[in-house]
């Protein structure tokens, strides 16, 4: 039974498993106030662009569950500045902004309810998006699943697994379902510098699973690539453009490079919430850069000079020349991307 | 006045900046005994292939320096003891077997001497190496500093600078010797996971010398090449074969492919000891595989999962045809590099 990243506590607050303290200590803490689920979004004690979109929905129930207010557009107007506030956390992954519209579509479509049974819809609409996230992760896992041979070892770089969603995963959860179905799967691990979700979260959440798991530095890939020892590389998406450019955690794209390079398939795993059409194509898509310290003092410990210039990028845009296919829970997205994109997200349901 | 990585205390023993403090502390520490040079190499204390030659002939040195043999053939008979054991601290760089051949070589040479007088000769040979290795290096670096436009963006990976070499370095030698030209030289360092000697020492090394130098994280060279913000990438060399594959850390190879989707030019900067002529291709040259505690808990601190399997060779190679040219002392070797090494290797010195 897969671990919940995140819940709703019935008395009326947020439980989450505090990822920074994994592998050391699993530990759901309780954020009660919308400014620890921003704190918690933001230092990613949760993380991965499913559960930072769960995270953001239950952070706007969170916003209003106490709220006094006596007309609707006052409520309303206090979502508003909640969910304005969420989407100040974190700015690359898409499927937050996403689900903060989906909770005020909600509250618009609910506006001549009664505000405590608005409230109640509302809680609702978020629990909805974790169900729909563990079914929508199921059917990523099933469709990808079927792309890899019955026995074969895949690449994978930070953590889209389980821990990234409700609870079973994009990228990993293709590793889970062809499992499932009785193929033999081994997986690199890249660590994933600076923050190692790799070696903290991905190598743990498949030990866990029992999935033969080895662990790498970011920059043994390619030797590994060369060595003849990978049949596929598989990630996750913080956010894809209309034409297949795909934002995801650094180092994704220097990936997509060496698996053109070696003639070894280069999958994106994502749902259909991770897809901003809005945006032409990956140059317009906003990248985080992160702290310093991340690189130079990875968990207190200082490890590069005093006053050293970092460049601290969070995430890379890889185009979508070197995307063999998308995996989503409507299916797979072949080339051209650009093309078959409208043609599968439009696709029913 | 660049700092000695090394040197020969008069009172007999082999004085070394232990890398491993930096950049933290800034400490000599003495090496009294060969178990302790062999420690002091396989620990990385001193690490760069250059400054490995040198340690291991000062170690030949240490090691027969007191010796009471009587006869040519009983001190030649502890110098291979020395060496042999020598040879076996770390197994990827040629420079280490080179410089303990060297030493074995004085030794034939000169059979006929006394043996307080051969015991004299040998420093002599050692501190010979180290006095060659800090022209051979500024050689290196005027050669490489005229393939460098005035004003330049170079990446380079691990540390193949002064601490490197005797005090010059190859890599950053070329960096050196361009700033001297009066070059406007910045810098992209690699931290080179899993020990981070960009982070420790290329950063700290490049700092002292007042050159503007930026910090990545390995995975993140992809994205700072795609935006245009890398001019040529530099790296040393622990072995060169005859066809020009080239053994460095690990991580280089993925440069080299990234260098060439990305249209740079891409450099290998090492003093001809580096080259290993009996080996046809770099599929013959052993890589050292490090211990996975290295990945697992850096500096004592566990970020992996207890049990997690780990693939952690230090070395990669990069196969010639990805290598715009090799900079060494003799001159710069072009494509294609298996006609141009003896070629140049050869020429006059």
Request: glycine residues 0%.
């Given at each position: 039974m897969p671990l919940e990243t995140i819940r709703w506590n019935e008395r009326g607050w947020i439980e989450l498993i505090d990822q920074t303290l994994l592998p050391n200590e699993l530990k759901y803490i309780a954020c009660r106030t919308v400014e620890e689920v921003w704190e918690a979004i933001k230092t990613l004690r949760v993380r991965g662009a499913p559960a930072i979109g769960i995270a953001g929905a239950l952070g706007v129930v969170l916003g209003i569950w106490r709220s006094e207010a006596r007309s609707y557009d006052e409520f309303k107007a206090e979502l508003d500045r909640v969910a304005d506030y969420l989407a100040t956390s974190r700015p690359t992954a898409v499927n937050l902004f996403w689900a903060l519209d989906r909770m005020r579509e909600a509250a618009e479509r609910n506006k001549d309810k009664p505000i405590p049974e608005l409230k109640k819809l509302l809680l609702k609409e978020a629990l909805d998006i974790i169900e729909e996230d563990k079914r929508i992760c199921r059917a990523i896992g099933r469709n990808g699943a079927?792309?890899?041979?019955d026995e074969c070892t895949v690449l994978t770089h930070c953590n889209a697994g389980g821990l990234a969603t409700a609870d079973y995963g994009t990228a990993l959860g293709v590793i889970y379902a062809a499992v499932e179905m009785g193929k033999r799967i081994k997986v690199f691990a890249d660590e994933t510098r600076p923050l190692l979700q790799g070696a903290r979260l991905t190598a743990w959440e498949l030990m866990q699973g029992g999935i033969e798991v080895t662990l790498i530095c970011d920059n043994t890939a390619a030797y590994v690539m060369k060595q003849g020892l990978v049949d596929c590389v598989i990630v996750g998406a913080d956010r894809i453009a209309a034409n297949g450019d795909t934002a995801n955690k650094i180092g994704t794209y220097n990936l997509a490079v060496l698996a053109k390079e070696h003639g070894i398939p280069f999958y994106v795993a994502a749902p259909s919430s991770t897809f901003d059409l809005t945006l032409e194509s990956g140059d317009q898509i906003p990248i985080e850069e992160r702290s310093p310290e991340e690189v130079t003092c990875p968990f207190g410990r200082r490890i590069a000079p005093e006053g050293v210039k970092v460049y601290n990028p969070a995430f890379d845009v890889t185009p979508a020349r070197l995307i063999t296919a998308i995996i989503t829970e409507k299916g797979v997205i072949r080339q051209p991307l650009h093309e078959n994109i409208p043609k599968i997200l439009n696709a029913c349901p």
């Open positions: 079927r792309l890899l041979p």
